[in-house]
């Protein structure tokens, strides 16, 4: 068999993204289902999914994987068929959420690179043990499902003939074959196939190339049933489906799903369901899923990552060019016509590719109503998840970086901040708790609060723990609410005396603030006993470009983003304090803020030496304040962030470098960090 | 000579870049560096100080968008600094990962150094050779092979790290 690497390096990270989309999309549905009880109305969808995953999954070779789904779909096939009575909802939903994390844990390992060898028959016969109780349970059904269990179907069922074309180059023909067959055998039996063997038989895979596949085998299923089925596979192209019994050679030939040139498939919805109208609506779904148009496509991150650089380039030569010094004083009134023409367009650029990275924040909020549920379950605490504002949009990268926060501050919130039902009616609280999970813009930055309506922090304990690991450095006196809070962020912190499963191990909050600042954002508490906690993720929009300040020292520049300045303003030489140890200080308005001097900070020459020569630009992260000393302001601009070279590694006080409208390169200040390191 | 050809062309069917070194003038001395760590050869450019750096790391450039590090290669040799000039050059390194620029007094060539005509350098005590992975014959003269990824990933730049 030719499978070059690159082919099947694409199709795993394929079947990779696709079969990870399947199982939210499944999850969600779900835990839907759960909420109103009612499974009717999902058993379609899950069916779908299940099937989707089942073939993918024999195509990558994942047979553990394939098997599960399997009985999964057989479990739904039975529900969408039969239409037992007495169901079992909840049990179902469970059931089907094992299967969903068994695959979700296969595909972690495969996407690692470790073999994909989980165990899952034990999650196969209880799904197998929950069809037989079903059958059981409903006679009739029984009957009518013999059929399909059975592998010699009672002579009365017609026989067929199909011939399966599939789409030219979708390469190795034989797989698919293989695949398609397998998954067929479920349908139809006696089934024979023109060429017998094609694996690893160049005239076989040739025969299937030039005149497809042929089926001949019997069914119970009719014309159209069995036209969706084969369809359903992937890549075939065309299905030529013929009744051998039939005198009148009856033929159903279908529509190519995809179009010859492997583009965008097109909206084939229309013909679809007027073909399938007369057939049973079970029948739509699968049709009506092919119909579906194609509006999104996935893109390579990396690629797009590449487009925000060449962006980012385009508009400083844009500059380069529209404001080039030998230009200076030349009459080019059409020239700088057409140069703001092109002004506009890059930027109107710019603003796309900056938008394109911009995601949602829903995918990652409707996880967590998997974990409130899961935690619910094992706590023991009925919980409600209340999700306001999940369509903020953040950039992409920052989207990977708050999933796992999150989730712990949820967990957190549930398992230490949620009192048990007991305790709740005793305050007079509803019996089930509430954890608001939010979203909402503030300038350029996105703040998540995580709410919990429990018991609160408890900051004699903090205190008393803060004491033994002996981080008290102030009199506790002197310790704001925010302070002592601020305790449970640091390592090895955790009150809790037993450490549960979810959480108490002291490891997690500390990697949460990690996660956080790694993103250059920031994590508040705020804490009211017995009204709540509210933690507070104060997240960047993007990384990628920012509004920045540009400063001068001596020949360097320096940005300083723009959402970190309070004011800018020159100082007189008697307004500057220095105390005995050449710590210069200024007042202002009643509150004193040290003064760092970026010349002496960088070691960077300069004339501007004497404070009233100079601009002082006060910035301030996290509540505290800092005055920069600079040799004058030059401008404001919109930069995009690139970060410094690898081998150059961590310089302190500076985030990343910026190019300028003309090709040099600024440095980026690390606001907070300079703050961390004047006032620790 | 037609020895050399010969198994130049030998080489070429292995790989065209084997053997082949681009030379440059660091002081007095020429050195050479291997032709597959090369990307391109600039002229001398507006360089962005960063601090807290060593004093042979001039700083970073921008290379068509790209920011890359730049290292002064007479001074990372521990020689004495000299104004740039028109003949200063930087030559761009692709070691590994990592891209740097190295400036350099001049360029030279890019010579075919064939291995029977490469000496390990002399066992010294003094540490000044570290960089220099062998001794190349060209002619009559020779030509020093640096070590790239000594240059690079001396115990001076994980020092440099940990500041």
Known sequence: MMIDDSQRDSMFELFIFETRQLLEELEQELLQCEKTNQIEGSIDAVFRIMHTIKGSAALMQYRNISELAHAVEDLFFILREDKPQQLNTPQIIDLVLGAVDFIKDQIACAESKQAVDGDASSLIATLHQYVAQLKAGDEPVKEQNVMKETDNPGPEAPGYEAVIHFEPGCGFEDVQSFALINDFKQYATAIRTVPESFIDDEDGIHLIKSQGLKLTFQSDLDMEQLKTVLEKNAFVKEVVLTCIEDEGKQTVKSKPIIDLDGEIPQPVAEKETKETRVSEPKTKQSNGEAGVKQSLISVNVNKLDLLLDLVGELVISEAMVTRHPELDGLPLDNFYKAARQLRKITHELQDLVMSIRMVPLAATFQKMHRIVRDMSRKLGKEVRLNVVGEETEVDKNIIEHISDPLMHLIRNAMDHGIETAEERRSKNKPEYGTVTLEAKNAGSDVLIEIRDDGRGLNRERILEKAKRLGLLTKDESELSDRDVFGFILLPGFSTKEEVTEFSGRGVGMDVVVKEINEIGGAVLIDSTPDVGTVFTLKIPLTLAIIDGITVRVGKSQYSIPTTSIRESFQMKAEDLITDPDGNEMIMIRGECYPVLRLHQLFNVHTEVTRIDQGVVTMVESNGKGLCLFVDELLGEQQVVVKALPKYIKKVKGIAGCTLLGDGSISLILDIPGLIQMMTA | ?163
Request: glycine share 6%; aromatic share 4%.
């Open chain 2, 1 to 163: 000579m037609a020895e050399i050809l010969d198994k130049d062309i030998e080489m070429e069917e292995e790989d065209t870049q084997k053997g082949k070194y681009l030379t440059f003038v660091v002081g007095n001395e020429v050195y050479g560096i291997e032709i597959r760590y090369v990307t391109e050869i600039i002229g001398i450019q507006a360089i962005t100080e960063v601090p807290e750096l060593p004093v042979y790391i001039k700083g970073i450039i921008n290379l068509r968008g790209k920011i890359i590090p730049v290292m002064d290669v007479r001074l990372r040799f521990g020689k004495e600094p000299k104004e740039y000039n028109d003949r200063t050059c930087v030559v761009v390194v692709d070691i590994g990962e990592i891209s740097i620029g190295l400036i350099v007094d001049s360029v030279s060539e890019v010579l075919t150094i064939p291995d029977e005509d490469i000496v390990p350098p002399p066992q010294l005590n003094k540490a000044q050779n570290r960089y220099i992975k062998a001794i190349g014959k060209v002619g009559n003269e020779v030509s020093l092979l640096l070590d790239c990824e000594k240059l690079l990933n001396d115990d001076e730049v994980a020092v440099l790290s940990e500041i």
